[in-house]
């Protein structure tokens, strides 16, 4: 009797939805008897890549995002890929422009992507420790590609990365053309506009 009181709120929640991915019908069904763990989606998840711009946060993503490729098209960069029916983003040749572009939320039929979000692709700069801007050089390539202006050095040749005002942008990356900073996949700063 239980059971069947399980299944009828769950099916009463799947006709409530005007969009259930395939994921989340399978997932519904085949863990319906499984209890609701607040710790679980209360905790902070972050994957090994980085996520498109506007991304919500990673344990919701996991569940919305059902792998279509509609952000994969509207990317004008061709920076995002599908990987394991998820969105991820990889910044190699060009940097994304979170400030102006955002097509990849538009076309989100999900809500896995939403403009509510700052941009933010969870990628943080890693500048290596042979980096010629660190031993008193004048390299600030970096620096003067920011358009955030997120980056500086100290007076001690320190790099600063202001983590409020970096969105992961990775035009860093690309202007660095020694080849010594590269993006690492952090946690997003999902603050809202």
């Known amino acids: 009797m239980a059971n069947d009181k399980q299944d009828?709120?769950?099916?009463?929640?799947?006709?409530?939805?005007?969009?259930?991915?395939?994921?989340?019908?399978?997932?519904?069904?085949?863990?319906?008897?499984?209890?609701f763990s607040p710790e679980l989606s209360n905790k902070t998840l972050t994957r090994q890549v980085g996520r498109p711009?506007?991304?919500?946060?990673?344990?919701?993503?996991l569940q919305q995002?059902?792998?279509?490729?509609?952000?994969?098209?509207?990317?004008?960069?061709?920076?995002?890929?599908i990987n394991h029916n998820l969105a991820e983003i990889n910044i190699d040749f060009c940097g994304c422009t979170t400030d102006n572009c955002l097509a990849c939320t538009l076309v989100c039929?999900?809500?896995?992507?939403n403009q509510q979000i700052k941009p933010d692709t969870a990628l943080w700069p890693a500048i290596a420790q042979s980096c010629f801007g660190r031993h008193g050089n004048s390299c600030r390539l970096c620096v003067h590609?920011?358009?955030?202006q997120a980056l500086s050095f100290s007076a001690e040749n320190w790099p600063i990365i202001d983590e409020v005002k970096c969105d992961g942008c990775g035009q860093c990356q690309i202007a660095c053309?020694?080849?010594?900073?590269?993006?690492?996949?952090?946690?997003p700063q999902l603050t809202q506009i």
Request: glycine share 10%.
């Open 145 to 148: 590609a920011c358009p955030q």
């Open 109 to 113: 039929p999900t809500g896995a992507l």
């Open 8 to 35: 009828e709120s769950y099916y009463h929640a799947f006709m409530s939805h005007r969009y259930v991915s395939r994921r989340g019908l399978l997932r519904g069904l085949f863990n319906a008897s499984k209890t």
């Open 177 to 187: 053309i020694h080849g010594l900073l590269t993006l690492k996949p952090g946690l």
């Open 53 to 61: 711009p506007q991304a919500i946060n990673e344990t919701d993503f």
């Open 65 to 81: 995002c059902i792998g279509c490729g509609k952000c994969l098209q509207a990317c004008p960069y061709g920076l995002i890929s």
